[in-house]
C-alpha cells in the first residue's frame, strides 16, 4: 500500500503501472519494519521489489540497466512553502498504521526513507 504526493497537491494510489510520471513530492509507502515510511526528497522514484524506491541519476542508471519490467517517476522542484505543506499531509495521512519505530539511524528525525 502505498500514496503518491503531488507538487500540484494531487495523490494518486493505484497500480504502480498507470502512476502520474512528473511532479512526485513524497510517497508514503507501508514498511514491515517500521510500520511505514516517507520517501521523499528525490530526483527519480523507481518501483522495484513492490515497492517505490527514491534514487539519484547514478540509482536510476542501474535501475534502467538491470532486466525486467521498469517504472520511474519524476520529482519536480517547487518552494519550500509548498513542499513543507505536502510533507505536512504525507507525515499525517491517516491510512497508514500508526508508526511502531523507527530506523535506528533516525530516532532523533521525522520517518524519511
Given at each position: 500500500m502505498y500514496r503518491i504526493y503531488y507538487g500540484d497537491g494531487s495523490t494518486y494510489a493505484g497500480l504502480p503501472e498507470t502512476a502520474p510520471v512528473f511532479g512526485v513530492q513524497a510517497i508514503v509507502q507501508?514498511?514491515?519494519?517500521?510500520?511505514?515510511?516517507?520517501?521523499?526528497?528525490?530526483?527519480f522514484y523507481v518501483w522495484r521489489d513492490e515497492r517505490w524506491w527514491g534514487v539519484d541519476v547514478f540509482g536510476l542508471v542501474q535501475y534502467l540497466h538491470?532486466?525486467?519490467w521498469k517504472r520511474v517517476l519524476l520529482g519536480e522542484l517547487i518552494t519550500i512553502?509548498?513542499?513543507?505543506?505536502?510533507n505536512?499531509?504525507?507525515?499525517?495521512?491517516?491510512?497508514?498504521?500508526?508508526?511502531?519505530?523507527?530506523?535506528?539511524?533516525?530516532?532523533?528525525?521525522?520517518?524519511?526513507?
Open positions: 507501508q514498511d514491515k519494519d517500521v510500520g511505514w515510511i516517507i520517501s521523499a526528497e528525490r530526483d538491470a532486466p525486467g512553502d509548498r513542499w513543507r505543506e505536502i505536512a499531509h504525507a507525515l499525517q495521512d491517516r491510512e497508514f498504521a500508526q508508526k511502531h519505530t523507527y530506523l535506528p539511524e533516525r530516532r532523533d528525525r521525522r520517518p524519511i526513507e
